[in-house]
């Protein structure tokens, strides 16, 4: 079992800048893929981008140019920072957890998520 803590979340102004953080604990597998995806009220849960373990990133078009995906192996951390932000980034932002397998597992974990809101 992993757990996934986030944070960083919160208000900001069209324009702005927000850095979410997320810190696994339990049975952290290596190589994995760590990462966030967001959910806006009403909408299918979303990539918003991804990171493997040595740093293949994926990320989702929307998002390409603004945001970007970090992680911190040492420390079992994802980051997202996220800059220019604009009203439809608003949602809840969920960490993502994977080991890499083969097969792939069906299963990731995930995170209870933190609420981004972006409004002037």
């Known amino acids: 079992q992993v757990q996934l803590v986030e944070s960083g979340g919160g208000l900001a102004q069209p324009g702005g800048s927000l850095r979410l953080s997320c810190a696994a604990s339990?049975?952290?597998?290596?190589?994995?893929?760590m990462g966030w995806y967001r959910q806006v009220a009403g909408k299918a849960r979303e990539l918003v981008a991804t990171?493997?373990?040595?740093?293949?990133?994926r990320y989702a078009e929307f998002v390409k140019g603004r945001f970007t995906v970090s992680r911190d192996n040492a420390r079992k951390m994802v980051f997202l920072q996220m800059n220019n932000l604009e009203p439809e980034d608003t949602a809840v932002y969920y960490c993502y957890y994977n080991p890499i397998t083969i097969p792939p597992t069906t299963t990731p974990d995930w995170g209870q998520g933190t609420q981004v809101t972006v409004s002037s």
């Open positions: 990171s493997t373990t040595r740093a293949s990133i």
């Open positions: 339990g049975s952290v597998l290596s190589p994995n893929v």
